[in-house]
């Protein structure tokens, strides 16, 4: 049987453009004792992809090859198994790159309760989900009382690290690119405030809706919200760095703040990635697979159709038109 399946044939210059893909037929392979076949019904689409398009090696994860199928991760169906830990009909996410089947050995594979959708598996329990559970319970500490600004806040990430906020007690701002996404924070998710990163009177709109300062920033975009948002911290204040996208298209970096500001606060700022902590995945799913159970997390999946959609559907990130987890459905 043949499958469809999309080659990175070439790097982005430095933008995504339709000429970076090939689309090919591969054959389903035949397992050998271990494997799996897994049929993917759902496929996420991440900022992150642009980077593992680029030539860069010394970043987190390599690159992808050139000529190999493009990474991605995803939710699926065994379809053929050979493999007693993962029989026929288990339901499963992991990196399944963008391809109809992905040949498994078990490793890294998460099995998905049957009560759970597709959807909310890869909108709370896979990436954005364990994210933000990692940046904010993890590494920033919140302490209830405490005031969280969260950038990107209507994105996946963004929206869940901030509910996780609202949950442990924080005051919640979030800061997004249009009037819906900040009505959806406050309106349905309970944030405290959302301000427009692009206003010309952002610094005044911080410190309206942020009076006592900000304890925790969680960062995820980058521009103009970081140098406010930094101007804003409290003393002891944690900023955790989750992405920066407002960057990944620009062929130089935006200089960043100065380091004064973290003597004078005492600041403690954290990168982190998730793949350093791929053995931790299943536990944080667990953890925040229990608020979802407990209807504490709401979502909204933004889901194109057709693996072809990928191609032109990434761009959605970059422009702000994705209204949640942005995912393709097969
Ligand atoms: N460290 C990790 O392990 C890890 C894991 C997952 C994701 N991330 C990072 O987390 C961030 C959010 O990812 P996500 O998957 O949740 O994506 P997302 O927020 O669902 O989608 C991307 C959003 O970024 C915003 N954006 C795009 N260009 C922007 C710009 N120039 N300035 C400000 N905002 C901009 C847009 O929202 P608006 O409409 O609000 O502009 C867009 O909808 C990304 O930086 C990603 O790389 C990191």
Redesign the pocket.
Known sequence: MQYTAIRLVKRPEPLITPDLFEIVKLDTPALAEGQLLIRQTHMSL???MKGWMSADRGSYIPPVELGAVMRSSGFGEVVESRNARFPVGTRVMGMFGWAEFALGDGTRLNAVSPGIPAEAALCVLA??GV?AWH?LMVLAEPKAGETLLV????????SIAGQLGKIVGLRVIG????RE?RDWLTGELGFDAALD?RSDTLKEELAAAAPDGVDIYFE????P?QFAAYQRMNAHGRIVV?????D?NNPAPAPGPNWLNIIRKRLTIR?????DHWDEVPAMSRKIGEYLLAGKLRYRAHVLHGLESAIDGIH???????Q???MVEL
């Not at 950038?151 to 963004?158: R, Y």
């Not at 995820?220 to 521009?223: A, P, V």
């Not at 989750?242 to 407002?246: E, L, T």
């Open positions: 991440d900022p992150a990436l954005p994210t940046g950038s990107g806040a209507a994105g996946s990430v963004g800061s997004a690119g249009s996404k990163y995820n975009t980058g521009g919200i989750c992405g920066m996208i407002s990944y990168g982190f990635t998730i793949p959605l990130l970059f422009a702000g038109g994705n949640g987890k942005l």
